[in-house]
């Protein structure tokens, strides 16, 4: 169970939200052992996280791949009831693929659970000065995108909901549906629910055209 600390009011609160112990923990320490830096709650859930709010925190860590609902979800919320909350999205999925949806919901930054032990700190500090924290390939990336529009965004993929599109980038990488549900801590029947709706959104009849559109998109961005 978490409860909120007692902090200094000079320290800047952070609110962790990640369904993974280990993550929230570790996160917490790093964290922590930053002079100006305290976790006021660790939170496994949308549903905690919510209630967390009640911390005031000055920042909050969201992880995309939540237990309940997809992450992206709890960015968008958070975004519509706390308009001026930093946040900053953690994940274990490509950036490349993902953190141009996490802005997009809201998020003022991207970072790989990968690079998270070196980077989350200056991560931090870069989102709560009032900028965007992406890699340096990933801001040559959008910055192209800027500069020479593009159709993709409006075409079906973006019609897909934020866990859709997660199983999608996880089909791609060759996970099977009993994977993918231990991964996202879902049952295998939801995941399949899932791929239905993908094909369905998609216009995609079969498993093995649903793979090898997967991997093509993947490979193509």
Same mark, same amino acid.
Not at 2 to 17: C, N, Q
Not at 99 to 112: D, F, I, K, P, T
Not at 125 to 145: P, Q, T
């Given at each position: 169970?978490?409860?909120?600390?007692?902090?200094?009011?000079?320290?800047?609160?952070?609110?962790?939200?990640?369904?993974?112990?280990?993550?929230?923990?570790?996160?917490?320490?790093?964290?922590?052992?930053?002079?100006?830096?305290?976790?006021?709650? $660790? *939170?496994?859930?949308?549903?905690? @996280?919510? /209630?967390? #709010?009640?911390? &005031?925190?000055?920042?909050?860590?969201?992880?995309? !791949?939540?237990?309940?609902?997809?992450?992206?979800?709890?960015?968008?919320?958070?975004?519509?009831?706390?308009?001026?909350?930093?946040?900053?999205?953690?994940?274990?999925?490509?950036?490349?693929?993902?953190?141009?949806?996490?802005?997009?919901?809201?998020?003022?930054?991207?970072?790989?659970?990968?690079?998270?032990?070196?980077?989350?700190?200056?991560?931090?500090?870069?989102?709560?000065?009032?900028?965007?924290?992406?890699? $340096? *390939?990933?801001?040559?990336?959008? @910055?192209? /995108?800027? #500069?020479?529009? &593009?159709?993709?965004?409006?075409?079906?993929?973006? !019609?897909?909901?934020?866990?859709?599109?997660?199983?999608?980038?996880?089909?791609?990488?060759?996970?099977?549906?009993?994977q993918i549900a231990e991964?996202?801590?879902?049952?295998?029947?939801?995941i399949e629910a899932h791929?239905?709706?993908?094909?369905?959104?998609?216009?995609?009849?079969?498993?093995?055209?649903?793979?090898?559109?997967?991997?093509?998109?993947?490979?193509?961005?």
């Amino acid at each position: 169970m978490h409860a909120k600390s007692s902090s200094p009011g000079s320290e800047t609160r952070v609110l962790i939200v990640d369904d993974h112990p280990i993550i929230r923990e570790g996160m917490r320490h790093l964290l922590n052992l930053q002079g100006d830096l305290h976790v006021c709650f $660790a *939170a496994a859930s949308t549903e905690e @996280a919510l /209630a967390a #709010m009640a911390c &005031q925190p000055d920042i909050a860590i969201v992880d995309i !791949s939540l237990q309940s609902d997809s992450g992206l979800d709890l960015v968008k919320t958070l975004r519509h009831r706390h308009p001026n909350l930093p946040i900053l999205v953690l994940s274990m999925h490509d950036e490349s693929l993902f953190a141009e949806r996490a802005l997009r919901s809201g998020a003022n930054g991207y970072l790989m659970k990968l690079e998270a032990t070196d980077h989350v700190v200056s991560a931090v500090r870069e989102v709560l000065a009032g900028n965007i924290y992406l890699s $340096a *390939a990933m801001h040559e990336k959008l @910055a192209r /995108a800027l #500069m020479i529009p &593009q159709e993709r965004s409006k075409g079906p993929i973006a !019609s897909l909901s934020e866990r859709e599109f997660e199983v999608l980038h996880l089909i791609g990488l060759g996970f099977s549906a009993r994977q993918i549900a231990e991964k996202l801590n879902r049952s295998v029947k939801t995941i399949e629910a899932h791929q239905a709706n993908i094909k369905e959104k998609l216009d995609i009849h079969s498993g093995k055209e649903l793979m090898r559109f997967a991997i093509q998109w993947i490979e193509s961005q």
